[in-house]
């Protein structure tokens, strides 16, 4: 079967201000897609149109995928996507000991990583071809989770069941994930604040890579689960061996 064509495909990455759904969006938009990016954050969003040279085939919109009536309204104007992306998340102030974890900070994580995605489903498959699909990022957490991270590990595997039951409710659309290891994002400045680079760099020394990931691994990872037809239901982990070690 021929490959998924991306030229001309329209294509809705939510959470695609920074990280890993900037470096999709400037992927596809070079493969000549028509690219969506979808955030909160007004001023996070005309930034990400600027670094990518205010593209004439990119549009930007804002919603909280943590509201229904936010993403209801998104899918409002009927407009087909061929594909829907979901990098968002939201986990400032969850990467605490249980003592410390404040249920607020933990339903943020839930409302971006599970909530969000479900809405996104609900009310975006109905706009996709059969040859469509939605695709999630998960995290290495939900397979080597450590202490302070029990939220952030939980959400993701709850996260990758979801992932198989939509794949087989909206089938033939296809629901895949992406499980990121350690990515050098914006992210990891809620993880480990001032100490970023050094956590970054001691993880890199133990992978079997050799490094920790950049956004552009994630973003490969997600342009072939987007362009393989026959993949889904799967979570696909790209994490530089850190399952291993």
């Given at each position: ?29 070079a493969e000549g897609a028509s690219v969506t ?38 899918f409002q104007d009927g407009e087909p996507l ?71 590990a939980a959400v993701n595997a709850a996260l ?86």
């Open positions: 079967m021929t490959a998924i064509r991306i030229e001309g495909a329209k294509v809705l990455i939510v959470g695609g201000s920074s990280g890993m759904g900037l470096a999709l969006a400037r992927h596809l938009l990016i979808a955030g909160r954050s007004r001023e996070r969003l005309a930034a990400a149109r600027r670094h990518l040279g205010d593209h004439p085939k990119l549009a930007t919109r804002a919603v909280d995928i943590a509201r229904e009536e936010e993403v209801a309204a998104l061929d594909h829907i992306v979901s990098t968002a998340a939201d986990i400032e102030g969850a990467y605490q000991l249980l003592p410390s974890i404040e249920l607020a900070a933990a339903q943020r994580v839930v409302e971006s990583k599970f909530y969000g995605p479900l809405l996104l489903a609900k009310h975006g498959a109905a706009h996709l071809p059969p040859a469509g699909s939605i695709t999630y990022t998960s995290g290495v957490a939900a397979y080597r989770p450590a202490a302070r991270g029990s939220v952030v990758e069941g979801l992932v198989r039951a939509l794949a087989v409710e909206l089938a033939p659309i296809r629901i895949n994930a992406v499980s990121p290891g350690w990515v050098d994002t914006p992210i990891w400045g809620f993880v480990a604040g001032d100490a970023k680079q050094a956590t970054l760099d001691a993880m890199a020394e133990r992978l079997p890579a050799g490094r920790v990931g950049q956004p552009e691994d994630i973003a490969d990872a997600i342009r072939f689960l987007i362009g393989n037809g026959f993949t889904t239901g799967t979570i696909l982990h790209v994490e530089g061996g850190h399952r291993l070690v």
